[in-house]
């Protein structure tokens, strides 16, 4: 109960920061993973991927406490965030959320990145926000029928 608590307050703060242009429909889809990492440390890299027989998106993160380590106390944590909701569409190259409603959304592509190696990025329909509590991750993709007026990952998340 008070896990539930805590999501619906977090969404509700979350739909309260959200730029969002007036009338546009938003769904949040949260990955059911989460992680304890350290309170105060940072997340040093990401990287989206598609996994499972159902080519899901997922997200690969290492957090660090190396803001704060001292003496050679740096220690790393890696975590898998699946997005199971979102699935790779039937042209290979967009992951679509299907909403209730019946829309399919595009979240996120497949691209050739550098040298060669394919890259998965979120569109401009979609961001991650990442809330981390006393060092305990949840991870929610904000996911709009229009691209948002800014992005903001650089302030409440990372997705790009």
Same mark, same amino acid.
């Given at each position: 109960?008070?896990?539930?608590?805590?999501?619906?307050?977090?969404?509700?703060?979350?739909?309260?920061?959200?730029?969002?242009?007036?009338?546009?429909?938003?769904?949040?889809?949260? =990955?059911? /993973? %989460?992680?304890?990492? *350290? &309170?105060?440390? #940072?997340?040093?890299?990401? @990287?989206?991927?598609?996994?499972? =027989?159902? /080519? %899901?998106?997922?997200? *690969? &993160?290492?957090? #660090?406490?190396?803001?704060? @380590?001292?003496?050679?106390?740096?220690?790393?944590?890696?975590?898998?965030?699946?997005?199971?909701?979102?699935?790779?569409?039937?042209?290979?190259?967009?992951?679509?959320?299907?909403?209730?409603?019946?829309?399919?959304?595009?979240?996120?592509?497949?691209?050739?990145?550098?040298?060669?190696?394919?890259?998965?990025?979120?569109?401009?329909?979609?961001?991650?926000?990442?809330?981390?509590?006393?060092?305990?991750?949840?991870?929610?993709?904000?996911?709009?029928?229009?691209?948002?007026?800014?992005?903001?990952?650089?302030?409440?998340?990372?997705?790009?």
């Amino acid at each position: 109960m008070k896990h539930h608590l805590f999501v619906l307050v977090a969404l509700t703060l979350l739909a309260l920061v959200t730029p969002v242009r007036a009338g546009q429909q938003v769904w949040y889809v949260t =990955s059911p /993973n %989460h992680g304890q990492t *350290y &309170a105060y440390g #940072s997340e040093t890299r990401h @990287a989206w991927a598609m996994l499972g =027989s159902s /080519n %899901h998106l997922a997200l *690969y &993160a290492t957090y #660090s406490n190396e803001p704060f @380590a001292e003496g050679g106390n740096r220690r790393f944590d890696d975590f898998v965030f699946n997005f199971p909701q979102v699935k790779l569409g039937p042209g290979g190259h967009t992951f679509f959320y299907h909403a209730s409603n019946g829309l399919n959304l595009p979240v996120a592509r497949k691209q050739s990145g550098f040298l060669g190696i394919t890259e998965i990025k979120l569109l401009p329909t979609a961001y991650l926000v990442t809330k981390k509590k006393h060092g305990y991750l949840t991870l929610t993709l904000v996911i709009g029928v229009a691209p948002f007026e800014e992005n903001p990952d650089t302030q409440i998340g990372f997705g790009h």
